[in-house]
């Protein structure tokens, strides 16, 4: 109970996250009926007002809160549903009814006239649903039940316009790709309850939970060993689950094709909530993880943030360039699990969150306006290809605003809250790196690069989108130009770009330490801080970032691109390292090819040896019945008719007639003499 709500946290709560399934039910229920989106907006502007007034301020630095009911039982065993509060979960609900605000407002707009609006108010409410009750949930079954109906729900929704055939194809891959990390989470959860026999989170991850202080049993306190086997599987299950949810390498080949979805839903799910569940996850189930598990954990997550970004720089669609940025920036979120600083991949998921949706947001607004201009001059071209954009800036100032403030937060520029997240991952992996010593000071120095690089792909994006001459400058007329973004579309983005700056997660602009959110979690890696860090690299990756920069506006505004667009690495990063093609032939042509192999196999041995083991049994059968019926029967009807005709002949002997037997006599004495002759 507090000041500014009547109603307990743990209520509050269970009302945030089932206002906006009342709201799906409703929608369904409604159907054709209701287009607007009202119900959907007010379901989760209730959630959010209840989500900050009276769940966030309450349990935020506070003690945790948990409430638990009984769900099933088997056996003896029975497993429990409920709420946790805690300051990681309360964040992550605030973090999602808070963007998802903005981007109901800006789908109110965005999908103005659209024939399945009435499906996609009620898929967007089920996702905000899926993903409220993933951040609450108190045991990991209940957890990944939530885990499935968030996948289910972004597969509705990436194949939203299901009459296209590419957005068919991209949710069926995000379904797939999914399942491979779905599969892990559940063993995961196997794993965790057969060694220790509850999947309760509290009990399990809490400070006094059995994987910190450790196992309780009968007389006495055995101490979970960290390098035991099933413990080093259990981490990496759980890290697969996340591998596939945040589109880590190599799973996070789906993320790209689900922009196939609306702008705005790729701005909620794909951005901010969805594959940050992943990050949550991890987080979650942080004390399970092993010294193997987390230097994994680092691998990956460098990998991703290394690749998105060089995939991110050969890009031409708006949105995909977004989409391998949101890959590079959850790989800093992974990196910063892994080394352990888990409080840093929080605060930058939170910073992420604000700046990637305002991101996909306004290239939204563009890809809006550009459609509408193909439409009015009935050109043909790809209104998401930049190539096709350029100067919008004068066409479309509000939006360019909106957009330039994200992008620097991206970049991590000074006073953006980005410069603040990014700072705090890239600095805690150097001191993690100085502690461990050699080669692992790749993974800071990788960190440093890619920093570079998303400064220079962002910096490509907003050049070639909003500076120079409009591509299509000679079919602009008075009637037909581009135009400014309508203002219910634009006021969500100037919300955002609002929570792009510093002031909101901390009042000092430079000092990463003094945020709310690093404060209140502190995790307190096993590393030295090294006040040097603190100061060089936020100087060299500033420096980096405007040189970055400037080379961009040489390249794209100045028109001094020195590459041709047929450079083999600039096709290896627009084919995205030819992954897709490998997934292809290794994968799909290869479990075609075993698949046809198979069934030769199948048709010619099997099958082959099946026919002949029955062609063999049935000439043995014919063999068997020809000597059955001429061999055995043979015998014994030859023996039957023998001892027939012996009885006939001997039954002509004694019939009766003297004349017969004298007869017989006579033949017999003849029979004799001629005996005796012949002897």
């Avoid at 001059?377 to 605003?401: A, C, H, S």
Wanted: aromatic fraction near 14%; include cysteine; charge should be positive.
């Amino acid at each position: 109970m507090n000041e500014l709500s009547p109603i307990s946290p743990s209520v509050a709560s269970l009302l945030v996250v089932l206002l906006p399934f009342l709201a799906c039910v409703v929608q369904a229920l409604l159907g054709r009926k209701s287009i607007s989106g009202n119900i959907s907006l007010i379901a989760i502007v209730s959630s959010a007002l209840l989500s900050f007034f009276a769940v966030f301020l309450p349990v935020w630095g506070n003690s945790p809160m948990a409430e638990r009911i009984t769900w099933f039982t088997i056996g003896q065993t029975s497993f429990e549903v409920g709420l946790l509060l805690n300051n990681l979960t309360v964040l992550m609900q605030l973090i999602v009814c808070v963007v998802a605000v903005p981007v109901h407002i800006y789908s109110r707009y965005y999908m103005k006239g659209d024939s399945g609006i009435h499906r996609y108010w009620m898929y967007l409410s089920l996702f905000c649903f899926a993903m409220l009750g993933l951040s609450i949930s108190i045991n990991l079954l209940q957890l990944y039940v939530f885990w499935e109906l968030v996948g289910f729900a972004s597969y509705l929704m990436i194949g939203f316009w299901f009459t296209r055939d590419a957005a068919v194809q991209a949710n069926k891959k995000a379904f797939l790709i999914n399942r491979i990390g779905d599969l892990g989470f559940l063993i995961g959860i196997a794993l965790v309850y057969s060694h220790v026999g509850t999947l309760d989170i509290v009990a399990l991850f809490d400070q006094t939970g059995r994987f910190v202080q450790g196992l309780t049993e009968t007389g006495g306190l055995q101490v979970v060993q960290k390098d035991n086997t099933w413990v080093t599987l259990a981490g990496l299950a759980f890290f697969l689950g996340a591998m596939a949810k945040s589109a880590q390498f190599p799973l996070h080949v789906w993320l790209p094709d689900a922009m196939e979805g609306p702008t705005s839903v790729s701005s909620l799910i794909h951005a901010a909530t969805m594959v940050a569940a992943g990050v949550f996850l991890l987080c979650t189930v942080f004390p399970l993880f092993n010294a193997t598990s987390l230097l994994v954990i680092t691998a990956i997550g460098t990998i991703t943030a290394l690749s998105g970004a060089v995939f991110a720089l050969a890009q031409y669609d708006i949105k995909k360039i977004l989409a391998f940025s949101t890959i590079s920036q959850l790989g800093f979120m992974i990196v910063g699990v892994g080394i352990g600083a888990w409080d840093t991949a929080l605060f930058h998921l939170a910073t992420h969150a604000f700046f990637k949706c305002l991101l996909f947001l306004a290239a939204g607004a563009v890809i809006h306006e550009m459609a509408h201009f193909k439409a009015q001059t009935n050109l043909d071209f790809d209104p998401q290809d930049i190539r096709n954009m350029g100067g919008l800036r004068r066409y479309m100032p509000k939006t360019y605003v909106c957009m330039s403030i994200a992008a620097l937060a991206l970049a991590g520029f000074p006073l953006t809250s980005g410069y603040l997240s990014k700072d705090s991952i890239v600095v805690s992996a150097y001191e993690w790196a100085s502690t461990a010593g050699g080669f692992y000071f790749v993974i800071p120095v990788t960190l440093i690069i890619v920093s570079l690089l998303t400064a220079f792909y962002i910096g490509r994006l907003i050049f070639k989108t909003f500076f120079g001459s409009f591509a299509m400058q000679s079919s602009v007329t008075a009637h037909n130009r581009p135009h400014e973004a309508p203002a219910g579309m634009w006021w969500p983005m100037s919300v955002l770009s609002i929570c792009c700056f510093f002031p909101v997660f901390g009042l000092h602009p430079l000092a990463y330490h003094q945020t709310w959110i690093i404060q209140t979690f502190h995790a307190r890696p096993g590393f030295t801080e090294q006040e040097t860090a603190h100061l060089i690299i936020p100087i060299v990756l500033t420096v980096g970032t405007l040189l970055a920069l400037l080379l961009g506006w040489f390249w794209y505004v100045k028109n001094r691109y020195p590459i041709s667009q047929q450079n083999r690495w600039i096709r290896f990063a627009n084919r995205q390292g030819y992954l897709n093609e490998f997934n292809e032939l290794v994968f799909i042509k290869g479990t075609v090819g075993l698949s046809r192999l198979l069934y030769a196999f199948d048709r010619h041995v099997v099958d082959g040896a099946t026919k002949l083991f029955t062609w063999t049994t049935q000439q043995l059968a014919r063999l068997i019945h020809w000597f059955d019926a001429n061999i055995v029967d043979g015998i014994v009807n030859w023996i039957a008719n023998g001892t027939y005709y012996m009885g006939h002949l001997v039954r002509q002997v004694q019939n009766g007639q003297l004349q017969n037997y004298l007869g017989f006599a006579l033949t017999i004495v003849i029979l004799g003499i001629l005996y005796l002759i012949i002897k």
